[in-house]
């Protein structure tokens, strides 16, 4: 077709694979060697002996050899994949010399195509036989590869796996279905198909992202549940984009047509709680039998934003945690499924970094299978603009996972690539991808006119016959259906859709409750409400403070040589533990310590977390003489202690935070953290924070209580070793600045119940401890953020007291001045509000100047939600003082402009709220540590000085 010739992704190879071979041979010549290892039979040896030109006669076998190795290598590039017929991927640097025409490339000509040669034992074309004469081992090979499935798999390096795949592939009559699989193939396209056509009747001018042009997406994902249940699966995670979600939550999912239609529905309140989200970005959770195993499945679709390929963490992550609480250490019982668009899966980074944690120990699910709906386009651009590799699918190479494109209108090679894909699963517990290369029948959404940027596709696909008219045709004409029996089948899906209709008008299903991609059973009470808002005392017996201090500080393995450094440092915690003190470390062994021996799983994952980036924690110790031998000492606190586990992460913040998402989302008793290696490194996944963690509750009623370490404070490393950005998450609280809240008996806990996420600063490692322990004991999970200390973690000051930890104790929100100036309020004269490392560098100042008695310091330890109650006790103590707002980050970032205005609600904006600090900068922090010196003492002396606001209006 005139002007849709692209360089890599568009235009046709022809369906005459003869001529387009002699078309590609002239542009170059195939070179593949053939195959390393491979021996003459004795019954080839024999002709040899018999044979006078027996070097002719090797050479013809070893050509037949390398013929065949190209055809599993390259026959995908001429495979009959795209459906419109026009396109297909340029090959310019590897082009095919395979087919009758070609054979003289490895010196045969035509009358060789007669003779009969020896089958090497790498390929199963020959089925039960041993020999085949030329031309039929060409035949054979065109229809294993060159059809309408195209398989790419010669890349992966081992060799049972290679001899899998051609097995499923090569040998003759692989690809056959009974009647009534057709049948069932029929009956699932008519749902798959009839489905879009009623939403369309329905609501024409509602977007759904419908499914058109790729309707075998449908039968596809029920092959793989169908085959992976046979093979024992119990439990399917997906995550997919918008594109056919609807139809995949009705026909796949099986969730109730009236509860989708409702959602059509103008009059539909947000949701019962938050802002609810739009129809085609919402999960589902459904336990159902699966009819063609009639076993029990379980099936969720994890809730996601527009963010395309943001929910592939995700989904892995809630899949890891699945399969660790039910001890499914191979993937055998859960397993997950993706789906893709195909300049998605191209384009998105995060594609690579979730199949990069596919192999990792602590990452691995066992095994995804991966479905990319090719419509050849991405919104308005093509391939050819969109990515330079030839498919959209090679991304999925650098883990060796098999690669099948299948042409998807055809739904019996769809059904059979399913079918391996699932079983390869099953069989390797390793990825593998399905590419239905497919079209987009309507526009990117339905209101969207394609015509004004691919007019000549479009032009093609208005010709373009259905594909369930065209399998029906096809089934009729083999006699497996009667046309009457198709009509019937129609008809009464037809039929199931209206009435679901109607009944999607009672009000009282509108519920987003409904649409739940994770409960928690026995977590919640019946109407999603905890049980009460009351939180015990996070602190612990002295005794249980004590053992796991020993734990900490000794090596449980005989045999077991530490690093010398290393056992200075197990001295010094056993010292602090005998003077009934912890430092930060300490402090973070004995809040993970307590909770696993209460039986909560605790998680941490991130870059370098099992050391700590700072070589304060040590929760791995390794062998000095024994490679690879280990020990946690924090799985030898108590025998019936819940695990832990503790995993360094490959390179990457988006697809590791999103994994931990995902794994804190599957159960509500288990403390998930994601450390990242420094603060600033979060804005890397500002994707997952921004569309999941900030507003996953209130678009999906989807609590989570996922835990972020985010290294904080300005200690004259540079602009990116400084700022964990606090004034990003400060910002996303949904609080009120302007709204004193009534103060109740239950505040404090009301506060955190009605709030997004939770971000503190703690000042103190008891503090730490209890934050750490209370978003396990409250009867909710909220997101905590933690700006955690990086010159703190060995601040002579910054140790607690056993007594600020005992039982009895609580996280405090605000730590008030305890000082000579609280002895003395009357005679203070500045009050300074402050958070985290700041305090130490304000009281070695007070102390230098001899003020302890007239500046009172306090300490906001939980920023938000913002502790209204204690702030204004604090400042009723102080009457005659003027506030300041001391931090360290520049003005226009950090905490100042969260919590000027909050304060002044809190007084009543009777007075000021005088800041000190840095200026406002572009930069996070200085490069120099001159000027970063320079810059502290500046804001210190403004901070000391009675006299700096006077004047001031």
């Known amino acids: 077709m005139p002007g849709w010739r692209t360089p890599r992704a568009c235009t046709s190879l022809g369906t005459s694979s003869s001529a387009t071979l002699t078309r590609a041979s002239r542009r170059c010549r195939l070179s593949e060697p053939a195959p390393l ?32 190795r190209a055809y599993q290598v390259r026959g995908h590039h001429i495979a009959k994949l795209d459906p419109l017929g026009i396109s297909c991927v340029n090959f310019d640097d590897a082009p095919v010399t395979v087919g009758f025409h070609q054979v003289g490339f490895y010196g045969l000509d035509e009358s060789d195509l007669d003779k009969v040669f020896r089958l090497p034992t790498t390929t199963f074309i020959g089925g039960s036989e041993s020999a085949l004469p030329l031309r039929e081992i060409i035949r054979r090979l065109e229809m294993a590869y060159c059809q309408h499935i195209g398989v790419e798999f010669m890349f992966i390096n081992d060799l049972e796996q290679c001899q899998w795949i051609r097995e499923k592939f ?90 989708i239609f409702c959602q059509f529905d103008s009059k539909l309140e947000a949701a019962d709680e938050g802002s609810g989200d739009v129809k085609y970005h919402l999960g589902m959770y459904h336990r159902r039998t699966n009819r063609v195993t009639n076993r029990n499945i379980t099936l969720s679709l994890v809730a996601n934003p527009s963010h395309l390929e943001a929910v592939d963490p995700v989904v892995q992550g809630k899949t890891k945690a699945e399969q660790f609480y039910l001890e499914d250490t191979n993937g ?92 390869w699963r099953a069989t390797f517990h390793k990825d593998v991808v399905v590419d239905l290369v497919c079209y987009r029948r309507n526009g990117h959404n339905e209101m969207d006119e394609p015509m004004f940027t691919q007019p000549l596709m479009y032009k093609q696909i208005k010709k373009q016959k259905g594909v369930l008219q065209k399998y029906a045709e096809k089934l009729v004409a083999e006699g497996i259906v009667t046309r009457q029996t198709y009509e019937e089948e129609v008809t009464k899906y037809d039929r199931i859709c209206e009435e679901a209709h109607e009944r999607s008008k009672d009000e009282k299903i509108m519920h987003i409750k409904h649409w739940l991609d994770s409960p928690w059973p026995g977590f919640f009470t019946l109407d999603g409400q905890p049980k009460s808002l009351s939180c015990p005392s996070t602190g612990v017996s002295e005794e249980e403070l004590r053992h796991i201090g020993q734990v900490a500080s000794s090596v449980p393995i005989q045999d077991f040589t530490i690093h010398g450094g290393l056992s200075r440092i197990l001295k010094g915690r056993a010292a602090m533990v005998e003077g009934r003190a912890v430092d930060w470390a300490l402090g973070e062994y004995m809040a993970f310590g307590s909770l696993l021996k209460e039986g909560i799983h605790v998680r941490l994952s991130g870059q370098d977390v099992e050391r700590g980036t700072f070589s304060h924690r040590h929760h791995v110790l390794h062998d000095q003489n024994v490679d690879k031998r280990t020990c946690i000492p924090m799985n030898h606190i108590s025998p019936n202690q819940a695990p832990y586990t503790v995993c360094n992460s490959s390179l990457s913040e988006y697809g590791v935070l999103g994994f931990e998402l995902g794994y804190a989302m599957a159960s509500p008793n288990a403390l998930v953290l994601w450390e990242a290696q420094f603060g600033d490194f979060h804005n890397t996944a500002q994707c997952i924070i921004d569309q999941f963690i900030c507003p996953g509750q209130a678009k999906w009623v989807r609590q989570n209580g996922i835990v972020l370490l985010l290294p904080h404070g300005m200690e004259g490393m540079g602009p990116e070793h400084s700022s964990a950005r606090p004034e990003r998450f400060l910002q996303m609280c949904n609080d009120d600045p302007d709204v004193l809240p009534k103060m109740t008996e239950d505040f404090a806990m009301r506060q955190l119940y009605d709030c997004n996420w939770i971000v503190v600063n703690c000042s103190t490692p008891a503090n730490y401890f209890h934050v750490m322990r209370r978003q396990i004991l409250q009867p909710f999970r909220k997101p905590l953020i933690i700006f955690t200390p990086k010159s703190l973690l060995r601040h002579p000051e910054a140790k607690s007291s056993f007594d600020e930890m005992i039982s009895g104790s609580h996280f405090q929100r605000l730590i008030p001045e305890q000082g000579p100036a609280a002895q003395s309020s009357g005679r203070v004269k500045r009050i300074i509000f402050c958070t985290g490392k700041v305090y130490y560098e304000l009281t070695r100042e007070r102390r230098a100047r001899h003020m302890e008695d007239t500046v009172a310091i306090a300490r906001i330890e939980q920023l938000s939600p913002f502790p209204f109650d204690l702030v204004k006790a604090e400042t009723e103590k102080y009457p005659k003082a003027d506030l300041v707002w001391c931090q360290e980050e520049h003005k226009n970032q950090g905490y100042y402009d969260y919590v000027k205005p909050r304060i002044r609600t809190t007084i009543n904006r009777t007075c000021p709220v005088w800041y000190v600090g840095r200026d406002p900068a572009a930069a996070p922090a200085t490069g120099s540590k001159h000027t970063h010196l320079l810059e502290l003492q500046r804001f210190l002396d403004t901070a000391f000085n009675l006299d700096a606001f006077k004047g001031w209006s």
């Open 170 to 259: 090569e040998k003759p009559g692989v690809m056959q279905f009974t009647q009534e699989e057709k049948r069932t193939l029929l009956a699932r396209m008519v749902r798959s198909t009839r489905f879009e056509e009623f939403l369309q009747r329905k609501w024409s001018s509602e977007k759904r992202f419908g499914l058109e042009g790729c309707e075998s997406l449908i039968p596809a994902l029920k092959t793989i549940i169908d085959k992976s249940s046979e093979n024992g699966v119990e439990n399917v995670i997906m995550g997919m984009p918008h594109r056919g979600r609807l139809n995949v939550l009705a026909n796949v999912i099986r969730k109730e047509l009236e509860q």
């Open 37 to 68: 290892g491979i021996s003459l039979s004795g019954q080839v040896q024999a002709l040899v002996g018999a044979q006078p030109n027996v070097e002719k006669l090797v050479e013809d076998h070893l050509a037949v050899q390398s013929l065949i």
């Open 332 to 423: 055998n019982r859960v397993m997950s499924i993706l789906l893709h668009g195909d300049a998605a899966f191209a384009g998105q980074g995060v594609v690579y970094e979730t199949f990069h944690l596919s192999d990792l120990p602590s990452y691995t699910t066992h095994g995804t299978v991966h479905v990319v709906v090719n419509n050849q386009i991405g919104f308005t651009t093509d391939p050819r603009m969109a990515r330079s590799s030839p498919y959209p699918t090679d991304v999925a190479r650098v883990v060796n996972a098999p690669i099948f494109h299948v042409n998807a209108d055809d739904p019996e090679a769809v059904m059979y690539v399913c079918k391996v894909a699932a079983e």
